[in-house]
């Protein structure tokens, strides 16, 4: 049985509220600042030793490897249809994602380009990327996986459902940060990754849970040890290749 949008909406509206909000205030950063202007003024300020450690290091997280492995592991035990339905919504919207960067917007550059010479900008990457701009997959990415979380604390008061869209701000706010998209990037790649990520939602886990209702629970359990020690063994490899430990 599919979850139609408005009652999926219904149950998430606690994620989306911080989502709505913070996409309000990108389009009133855009319309007073510019394209470029709006990421130097939020670009060349906050630097400090922590930030700039967190963000160089959290940004990573939406890396397609380690977000459903995370969601497996939190999840695995009170809802087995997560995971995959996470790693899906990831796959299909980061696709789109990166569809329009290569095919739509392929003229659009990066900040290392277009802000090039500008004394207020700041890379925190050694070797940044140059190219396809918008919008940006790694925003698309965590606010798909954020609304993977948002499920699962339903049904916990608001203020969880309110903090996993917290995080997944400041999560999309990194790539600003570091100095790889513009403010109009993860605009567009969060709303992507959020509203894409409800009307697949929908779809796709309802299918999940019947696959995974027809297998017995002692195959579950079994399965259930193997896919825990291969998630931790894949993401601790995943995270020392990129330096995170």
Same mark, same amino acid.
């Given at each position: 049985? +599919?979850?139609?949008p408005a009652k999926l909406l219904s149950q998430l509206k606690w994620y989306f509220l911080p989502l709505v909000l913070f996409w309000i205030f990108c389009g009133i950063m855009l319309s007073l600042y510019g394209y470029e202007g709006s990421f130097l003024l939020l670009n060349s300020h906050s @630097? !400090?030793?922590v930030t700039d450690f967190l963000g160089r290091h959290l940004t @990573? #997280? &939406?890396d397609v490897l380690i977000l459903p492995l995370v969601v497996l592991l939190i999840a695995w035990k009170k809802d087995k249809a997560l995971a995959p339905t996470t790693l899906f919504l990831m796959v299909l %919207?980061?696709? %789109? &994602? /990166? &569809? #329009?960067k290569m095919w739509v917007f392929d003229d659009w550059m990066r900040p290392t380009v277009v802000c090039a010479g500008n004394p207020d900008f700041v890379c925190l990457l050694e070797t940044p990327p140059r190219v396809h701009s918008f919008p940006s997959g790694h925003a698309t990415t965590f606010a798909a996986g954020g609304l993977a979380f948002a499920w699962l604390v339903? +049904?916990?008061k608001g203020w969880a459902q309110i903090g996993?869209?917290?995080i997944t701000i400041a999560l999309s706010y990194t790539r600003v940060h570091i100095g790889v998209h513009f403010l109009g990037d993860i605009f567009v790649g969060s709303a992507l990754g959020a509203i894409g990520g409800l009307f697949l939602f929908g779809i796709v886990y309802p299918r999940f849970q /019947?696959? !995974?209702a027809k297998i017995p629970e002692s195959r579950l359990e079994s #399965?259930?040890?193997v896919v825990i020690v291969l998630s931790i063994l894949i993401l601790s490899l995943r995270f020392i290749q990129l330096e995170v430990f």
């Open positions: 049985m +599919e979850l139609g @630097h !400090l030793p @990573h #997280l &939406a %919207t980061g696709l %789109t &994602a /990166q &569809a #329009l339903r +049904e916990w996993v869209g917290l /019947q696959i !995974l #399965l259930g040890v």
